[in-house]
């Protein structure tokens, strides 16, 4: 493996140039997210374990890598101003020191020595020794101006709303122009720029107590919607979780809340079959089968990929004798199980749009073009789950996207194509029979199909961007 994609480890290396171990793990990251396409959400957690990093390190840490990581593409843009190189032509450990460097620079408290020291440091490690000289002087340059005046910088000339917005707040400009026309649809266009925010702002752990197994710790937090999750005040949630037999468990409270709409959106009969279609990772599963354990019902819980569908066997544990979990492709399922389960969970593939606040890079790799790909894919699983559903069975479906390609344009296109055979069910009504009272767009219905549905966000609600629609399937 190459210098330039060789993802280094955690150890501080000695010597007048050491480095201080919490910027060599979020280096380390940086790198595996640009080399190796990895996860800085799963990566991270892993890598400051691995180097035993005190509790102010691995914060600083995780600043260090999911900032850089959210503001990568204006960090880019400053790095290409300060260098006159494109960004592409810096070498692959060159640039994560100049965006590690950018990032210290304007928007942290760190001194600006230290801050070009040790980006100095990391090139000479990780690249040459002439580069270091090139990440020194580039930037300098940068340290000279504080953020707003670089911003101003980049957006003169700029006079497309969208692109100055993106400019602003670190977003690609495709993903703005979605946003906002998802807002718009519910006639809340004037959000925008708190959503983009929000974005940028690092969400607090939610928890998820499984009902009838576990409870609310006293001294925790109750979420503001779900009647099953929590926050902590203090405390390293790892600890709480591992010591919980998986009865205590991270999970968004939008998830819990998608979850819990298709548990409760009627009173569960005993003997009741109910399926999660795409199960991976098995957050929603082990929610649904604590719902199903107390109403007297049975999970089946689906996924394609055997590594995911172990993944949701762990999940699923404490249900071992009311759960079944499958691995196969759900588009398939409808017709080898027609006419089947009372409730039926579709947790849609798409581009995880709606928890950019967790997953930082995710801007930065999606494309338009993927929204036509995975529509596909989406309007395939939600048929095969209505075929799947018994007669006057349920069906959720969910994704973690706000953008109308995803969400209301596939329900609405299966809505007439199925006409004879489901019908939308008041999503609101039901998500404000659970949590009450709750601030939610009205679809306009000259701008989308205007379908009764739920739309999570995360400067609204504090909560990823979940989309929630409920349909019932006829009972012939």
Known sequence: MSAQTRRPGPQRPRGSNSIQASRQVAFGVLMAVDADDAYANLLLPHDIRRAKLAQ???????????????RRGHYDAIIEHASHRPIGQI????????????????????APHAAVNESVALARKH????????????????????????????RAGVTNDSEALAIEHAHPPWIVRA???????EGRGEELEALLAADNDAPRVNLVALPGEAAVPENAEPDRYSPVGFRLGAGDPDAVVGGSDGTLRVQDEGSQLAALMLSRVSPVEPGE????????????????AAEAAIGGATLDANEVTPARADLVRRAVKPFD??????????????????NTYHRVLVDAPCTGLGALRRRPEARWRKQPSDIAELSTLQAELLRSAIDAAAPGGTIAYVTCSP???ETRAIVGDVLRRMKETVTAINAPDVLRSIVGDIDLGEP?????????????????HGTDAMYVALLRKADF
């Open 56 to 70: 102010g390190d691995a914060a600083l840490a995780t600043e260090l890598c999911y900032g850089t990581l959210r």
């Open 91 to 110: 070498d692959v450990p060159v640039r994560n020191s100049l965006r590690l460097g950018a990032h210290q620079l304007l928007a942290m408290r760190v």
């Open 127 to 154: 690249a040459s020794q002439s580069s270091a000289g090139f990440v020194n002087g580039v930037l300098r340059t940068i340290s000279r101006d504080d953020d707003e005046t670089w911003t101003a910088l980049l």
């Open 179 to 185: 946003f906002g026309t998802a807002l718009e649809s």
């Open 273 to 288: 079959r109910w399926l999660d279609l795409c199960a991976g990772p098995g957050g929603k599963s082990a929610l649904l």
């Open 321 to 338: 004798d009311i759960v079944d979990v499958h691995t196969s492709d759900g588009r398939d399922v409808g017709s080898r199980h027609p």
């Open 403 to 405: 953008h109308l390609g």
């Open 444 to 460: 306009d219905p000259t701008r989308s199909p205007a379908i009764p549905s739920v739309q999570l966000w995360p400067h609204r």
